[in-house]
């Protein structure tokens, strides 16, 4: 319900703006974070709750689970950006291409830069937990 | 005033089916992608180009580059202030608008002063080729 109320009024004030001050700064607004607000908010909520009936230390694992999402939000934003791309290039010459051209171009620019950056983390990891043990030789010895 | 309340339907509706498939999905850094949906920009884009056709649509897309760079620096910004600054999400995602509006304008204002000395260049051009040719 919430999101549905701030989904409405982000769409009412870009079109305002974009009555307004034309469609350029109106645009800008297309990518208004307004909603993710609102997300990343009841996300620490949820988080905090679960781990208070689970019995753990909440705050900061609530605030960890909003990071999370805010992370995964950077790589979508590139999708956003694909999608801008995209409809801008293709508007003039289809309309119906552009709307479909433009959110397969967010879909799958979103979920590569997801799966790269998943791939990076676990290449990581795998690479400080070798050098943990690495390390963990000679002090055994 | 109908105009406000179509917009306000699609809007939500659009916004809330986005959310509800970012609930539905795991892990949670994935379900974060749809945290960054076109979900307004559906439904604003659908609503422009029914009242005021493609050109204007392709307008608005063109300044949403903008906005969508500063949407990346602004969840990155969000990120550092909740692990790194220990902020609760609330005043790290209300704080950091400063940060997009800042960004979104300053990358307008740049994209839109090249454009402009671009067409004073191609001006330029046109005027030189003009008075060669007379």
């Known amino acids: 319900m919430i999101r549905f109320a701030l989904g409405g009024a982000a769409t009412v ?22 909603i993710f607000c609102a997300s990343a908010t009841l996300i620490e909520k949820h988080e905090i709750r679960r781990k208070r ?32 791309i995209v409809f801008s290039l293709t508007a003039e010459s289809s309309i119906a291409a552009a709307f479909m051209g433009a959110s397969l171009a967010w879909l799958v620019i ?24 690495d390390s963990a030789i000679p002090r055994s010895r | 005033m109908t105009e406000y309340v179509i917009r306000f339907l699609v809007g939500g509706a659009v916004v809330s089916a986005f959310a509800m498939l970012g609930d539905l999905l795991r892990p949670k850094s994935f379900a974060g992608l749809f945290g960054a949906a076109p979900s307004v920009a559906l439904a604003t884009l659908g609503i422009a180009v029914y009242q005021h056709g493609a050109d204007y649509a392709a307008l608005q897309t063109q300044a949403m580059i903008g906005g969508a760079i500063a949407l990346a620096v602004y969840s990155v910004v969000v990120c550092h202030l909740l692990v790194r600054a220990k902020l609760r999400a609330a005043p790290a995602t209300l704080l950091s608008l400063v940060v997009w509006l800042i960004v979104a304008f300053g990358v307008l204002t740049l994209a839109g002063g090249q454009t402009r000395s671009r067409s004073a260049f191609r001006r330029h051009l046109s005027r030189k080729a003009a008075g060669t040719n007379t």
Request: charged share 15%.
């Open chain 1, 13 to 34: 004030f870009t079109g305002l703006v974009s009555s307004r001050y034309g469609a350029s700064i109106g645009g800008l607004f297309l990518a208004l974070p307004a």
């Open chain 1, 53 to 84: 009936e689970a019995g753990l230390a909440c705050e900061r694992r609530g605030q960890m689970a909003a990071a999370v999402d805010s992370a995964g939000a950077a790589l979508g934003a590139l999708g956003m950006l694909a999608f801008a």
């Open chain 1, 110 to 133: 979103s979920v590569a830069a997801w799966y790269v950056r998943l791939k990076t983390r676990s290449v990581q990891r795998v690479q400080s937990e070798q050098k943990g043990s």
